[in-house]
């Protein structure tokens, strides 16, 4: 995960989310702490992590690092969830798997919480399973704490981990136990819950999920790809891992329960993005390597059926096999009573049969076949005498073998012994194959194309089209983000809108002047350039901010559009006043007479342009 990471982490440019972050991570912990009480409180504990972040180094590359780190780690833990819950080899699969999903590279490689998010419900998922198997409850309580503070929508988890233990058919002890770690990490979130409710503003752009999302939402977290083969075939392997038992109480409530729930909720109250459950996309690569395994186990079953082995007695070959492998000796037998067997099994290494009583049965190494045990092949009862061997093999006694077939039945165990080690490795080039099938997606979303919008080569055309003293408008204000991402391109320029800065005001893009002001500063321009949000201007769109609601009317309707560069969902614009502004400038609003009567009212049409982002 690490290595599919760092490719192309450093992609050129941020986005708006990730200016967000940098700007806010850039301000003092006062400063954030004022910050938290109007907006963004649902971050606050990422932004104070970021700040100690980006105080090491301000640059992309490390807003991105901790989001690295998390899939990673998510990785890692997804891994161990499948050894514990089912054996290595499934980890080892659910663990690649995960790490090669795309929406998981995306997340990977964004400056924002949700990698994060996802490493603590795995965390907090695997220590669960711990404190079934008898382990204490309360690191399950203090990671779920810690990560509903990232995010309180990671609080969905918990009706996924309540299914489980339902599942489980667990005591009165052990939910006694879950019930009072869960009152702990809940004590914790109740007061951001109270901060946020307030800042429910701040979620308004979200729309009411519809089929297509849902849709969109199981492809990305069902199957490494969409479509296609590799996505039928993950779909299979899924449904034939729900009887994988123990793995599946786990797993399948993790991946549906929080998705289902928040698309369910929304529906009267518009919560929903697929990032605020990316947490619950651990549950697919799990089933994946379940079914992946049972499927394994089938085929493995079938050869043994075809290498003459009854499916019986295929468990009690291999732990042969095993033994075999621990004591570098071969067995002739598998089955036996007393200590005949024993004698059979590390005595006669000629004979390949086991004795006991008689009654034994040997297997042919080379076939797998049982044969009578001869009682020939037991020890001469007067141990303290020789006694010559025969000179021709007696139809009851010992069978006398090639030099050389030891060293046949030797390289058979190790071709058995190896096998398991084979399976795993085939699993392994089989999860190579959806990776290089989705190879090109992985290329495109190493691209700053691939986001929203690039706020860097935005900034890059401010810095070679704007001249010195050109005033600049940023519509909605949200998009000043862009001068606070990258000051660099903005200097010489000035902000006409401008009051008070984020910092000192406690807002993430500052207060800006009142409506009366600002037509006042207005007035004296003849050209402005407009950072605003690319399907505005002209735009049918009433803003709810009266600041706002100025700087449209004023450009739209006393300024004409002369250049225009669009890049995702913003754009730079220059306009030019359609007539010279006067000698003498309007300083009071409302003027004492207008020159064109007062345009009508504007009528509000959805969709607004997208505020601050949570």
């Known amino acids: 995960m690490l290595a599919l990471g760092l490719w192309g982490l450093d992609r050129g440019g941020m986005w708006g989310d990730e200016g967000v972050t940098f700007m806010v991570g850039r301000r003092t912990v006062p400063q954030i702490w004022h910050l938290l009480h109007g907006v963004d409180a649902v971050h606050g504990l990422y932004y104070l992590l970021m700040h100690a972040v980006l105080t090491v180094h301000p640059g992309e590359v490390v807003l991105r690092l901790p989001s690295l780190c998390g899939a990673a780690a998510t990785t890692g833990l997804v891994a161990a969830l499948g050894t514990r819950l089912a054996r290595p080899r499934v980890g080892l699969w659910a663990g690649l798997l995960y790490a090669i999903t795309p929406l998981t590279g995306h997340y990977a490689q964004e400056g924002r919480s949700y990698a994060l998010v996802a490493a603590g419900v795995a965390a907090a998922t695997l220590f669960l399973v711990r404190a079934l198997e008898g382990r204490s409850w309360w690191p399950y309580g203090a990671v779920l704490a810690v990560t509903f503070l990232l995010h309180e929508f990671a609080v969905l988890v918990l009706c996924a981990h309540a299914v489980t233990l339902a599942a489980a058919r667990v005591r009165r002890a052990v939910w006694r136990g879950w019930i009072r770690a869960v009152g702990v990490a809940g004590g914790v979130l109740i007061p951001l819950v109270w901060v946020s409710e307030r800042q429910s503003a701040q979620v308004a752009w979200l729309r009411v999920p519809d089929w297509d999302t849902t849709e969109r939402l199981a492809r990305d977290f069902l199957a490494v790809t969409p479509t296609g083969v590799v996505f039928w075939t993950s779909i299979a392997l899924i449904l034939?891992?729900?009887?994988?038992?123990?793995?599946?109480?786990?797993?399948?409530?993790?991946?549906?329960?929080?998705?289902?729930?928040?698309?369910?909720?929304?529906?009267?109250?518009?919560?929903?993005?697929?990032?605020?459950?990316?947490?619950?996309?651990?549950?697919?690569?799990?089933?994946?390597?379940?079914?992946?395994?049972?499927?394994?186990?089938?085929?493995?079953?079938?050869?043994?059926?075809g290498r003459g082995v009854p499916a019986g007695r295929g468990a009690e070959v291999e732990r042969a096999v095993a033994e075999v492998g621990r004591r570098r000796e071969l067995v002739g037998a598998v089955s036996g009573s007393g200590a005949g067997a024993g004698r059979g099994a590390g005595g006669d290494r000629t004979s390949g049969g086991g004795g006991g009583g008689g009654g034994g049965t040997g297997i042919d190494r080379t076939t797998g076949t049982g044969t009578p045990a001869r009682a020939g092949n037991r020890p001469p009862p007067d141990i303290g005498h020789a006694v010559p061997e025969p000179p021709t093999a007696h139809p009851t006694g010992p069978v006398h073998r090639s030099p050389r077939r030891p060293h046949r039945a030797l390289r058979l165990h190790r071709f058995r012994s190896?096998?398991?080690?084979?399976?795993?490795?085939?699993?392994?080039?089989?999860?190579?194959?959806?990776?290089?099938?989705?190879?090109?997606?992985?290329?495109?979303?190493?691209?700053?194309?691939?986001?929203?919008?690039?706020?860097?080569?935005?900034?890059?055309?401010?810095?070679?089209?704007?001249?010195?003293?050109?005033?600049?408008?940023?519509?909605?204000?949200?998009?000043?983000?862009?001068a606070s991402a990258y000051p660099g391109a903005f200097v010489g320029a000035r902000d006409l809108a401008s009051g008070e800065s984020g910092a000192r005001s406690g807002t993430l893009s500052g207060r800006e002047v009142g409506p009366g002001e600002l037509r006042a500063r207005l007035a004296g321009v003849d050209r402005v350039w407009i950072v605003a949000q690319s399907n505005l201007l002209p735009s049918r769109w009433v803003p709810?901010?009266?600041?706002?609601?100025?700087?449209?009317?004023?450009?739209?309707?006393?300024?004409?559009?002369?250049?225009?560069?669009?890049?995702?969902?913003?754009?730079?614009?220059?306009?030019l006043r359609r007539m010279p502004p006067q000698d003498t400038p309007a300083l009071t609003w409302p003027p004492a007479s207008a020159a064109t009567p007062a345009p009508p009212p504007p009528t509000p049409a959805p969709p607004p342009p997208r505020p601050t982002p949570r």
Do not use: C, M
Request: hydrophobic share 50%; aromatic share 8%.
């Open 240 to 305: 034939i891992g729900l009887g994988a038992g123990r793995l599946t109480s786990v797993a399948l409530p993790l991946l549906l329960l929080p998705p289902v729930i928040l698309l369910s909720v929304s529906q009267f109250r518009p919560l929903f993005h697929e990032r605020y459950v990316l947490y619950a996309l651990a549950g697919a690569p799990l089933l994946v390597a379940a079914g992946a395994d049972r499927v394994a186990e089938v085929l493995r079953w079938l050869w043994l059926e």
């Open 418 to 482: 190896l096998r398991p080690h084979l399976l795993t490795l085939a699993g392994v080039l089989a999860v190579a194959v959806p990776f290089l099938h989705g190879l090109p997606a992985y290329r495109n979303d190493r691209s700053a194309d691939r986001r929203p919008e690039n706020l860097a080569a935005v900034a890059a055309l401010v810095g070679r089209e704007v001249r010195p003293g050109d005033p600049v408008l940023f519509l909605p204000s949200f998009w000043r983000v862009t």
């Open 544 to 575: 709810g901010d009266p600041t706002d609601r100025v700087k449209l009317d004023v450009v739209d309707g006393e300024f004409a559009r002369r250049q225009e560069y669009v890049h995702g969902r913003v754009k730079l614009a220059l306009y």
